[in-house]
């Protein structure tokens, strides 16, 4: 129980100390040309002091919030606005990948146009029709990836009832807190640290690892490069796959403000009863259309 106590406050010392010294140095610290900075920011990153620190935070939010519940609300309510603005402008992906795939359609079979070029505010961007074909999926990625803790807050996704429904209001909040912990939270976690080491491998050279100690991260300082993924599976292709990386970083980090957002609300609701359910949540609803009028035939009757 010692050594658990000595392994968390040590990290979250050394945790507290490196993002102090980011503050105080940020030149330093955000240099991407400096391979020490980037290669200690890499290792960070998925770090175990990451780890500590974020549980100490949600856990001082959530000790706050027990004293403070409009504290905790706010908390809640604005973590939800985040996922709700970045889902709602991300959905747009979907009518853009149509319009492009028409456009794409159009160009090259009626066309036969090889190249597209577009050129806001005078910077054109060139790139044959065929990587505007193959580039796609980025949309579905992006609607994936973005949209996903959009999705939870609408209350969208899929859930397996088994004994849910059959419990009482108290419980099934008591039902969500565990859940979220026992399942949520460390499947997201998994994403981040595994997501984060995969990201960094395409971008970066040389490699690191989730198994390096800092020590042997740093070392490799005088051999780094950037070295960032344009591979294509053909000449033409879509060339920018590590924008589909980054979007699993940005998928865990935003999925998993939110599990934190879903046990506060779930908490609240435990402790203010039916009432509360749902309190502050923005959802989306269609506007009911207008009744149609009744025909004439139907009206003399």
């Known amino acids: 129980m010692l050594d658990a106590k000595t392994w968390f406050f040590s990290n979250l010392v050394s945790a507290l100390g490196g993002h102090l010294w980011v503050i105080l140095n940020p030149g330093t610290a955000l240099d991407i040309s400096n391979g020490e900075s980037v290669l200690r920011f890499a290792y960070y990153g998925a770090s175990q002091q990451l780890a500590v620190l974020v549980i100490t935070l949600f856990l001082i939010v959530f000790v706050i919030g027990i004293f403070r519940n409009a504290f905790l609300w706010n908390v809640v309510t604005g973590v939800e606005a985040i996922s709700n603005t970045v889902g709602r402008l991300f959905a747009w992906a979907g009518l853009i990948m149509v319009l492009q795939q028409i456009m794409v359609i159009f160009l090259q079979s009626m066309f036969r ?97 989730a ?40 998928f865990a980090a935003m999925m998993m403000l939110q599990a934190f957002a879903f046990f506060y609300r779930s908490y609240l609701e435990w402790v203010e ?6 309190k502050e949540l923005d959802l ?18």
């Open 113 to 209: 146009v090889a190249d597209i070029s577009i050129g806001p505010m005078g910077v054109a961007f060139t790139q044959p029709i065929g990587w505007y074909a193959d580039g796609l999926k980025l949309y579905n990625a992006f609607i994936i990836t973005l949209c996903c803790a959009y999705t939870f807050v609408q209350r969208g996704h899929v859930r397996v009832d088994l004994v849910y429904s059959a419990v009482s209001f108290r419980t099934k909040r008591v039902l969500d807190m565990i859940m979220t912990l026992m399942f949520m939270v460390p499947t997201l976690m998994l994403i981040w640290f595994y997501g984060w080491f995969y990201m960094w491998r395409h971008l970066i050279r040389p490699n690191i690892s």
């Open 284 to 301: 989306d609803r269609l506007e009911p259309t207008a009744a149609a009028p009744a025909a004439p035939q139907e009206a003399a009757r």
């Open 211 to 250: 198994t390096d100690s800092l020590d042997r991260v740093v070392a490799r300082a005088r051999a780094f490069r950037w070295d960032v993924e344009t591979f294509s599976a053909s000449p033409s292709g879509f060339n920018a796959y590590f924008i589909f990386k980054l979007l699993i970083i940005i």
């Open 273 to 278: 009863g039916p009432e509360a359910e749902g």
